[in-house]
Nanobody
Framework: QVQLVESGGGLVQAGGSLRLSCAPSGQTIISYAMGWFRQAPGKEREFVAAISRSGGNTYYADSVKGRFTISRDTAKNTVTLQMNSLKPEDTAVYSC????????????????????WGQGTQVTVSS
């Protein structure tokens, strides 16, 4: 069982930045393709960004492309979501997800493809 722990959420004004981190407890992150998803009140969980095991492939939702950057740091055993130019519509609970996959280049935005999930961290963007 993999436990994912997110950190870095908070309250920020529109146009500001936040940096979210996700780390697997007791596991090596190189073993997993990773993704970030978010869920706003009254809405379904939606894909935000994903990164392959190698870090060479990334994939973004159109709504965040050009504003958010996903990356992984093997030395720190973390995956980071850098969020810039935040908008009120980015307000949601952000969760990281992981899946062990043999293909180092595999990346997916499909929520059903992920096996392990973190508890989530709240991001609130005020106007």
């Amino acid at each position: 069982q993999v436990q994912l722990v997110e950190s870095g959420g908070g309250l920020v004004q529109a146009g500001g930045s936040l940096r979210l981190s996700c780390a697997p407890s007791g596991q090596t992150i190189i073993s997993y393709a990773m993704g970030w998803f978010r869920q706003a009140p009254g809405k379904e969980r939606e894909f935000v960004a994903a990164i392959s095991r190698s870090g060479g492939n990334t994939y973004y939702a159109d709504s965040v492309k050009g504003r958010f950057t996903i990356s992984r740091d093997t030395a720190k055993n973390t995956v980071t979501l850098q969020m810039n130019s935040l908008k009120p519509e980015d307000t949601a609970v952000y969760s990281c997800a992981a899946r062990g996959f043999p293909d180092l280049s595999w990346v997916s935005g499909d929520i059903s493809h992920y096996t392990y999930w973190g508890q989530g961290t709240q991001v609130t963007v005020s106007s």
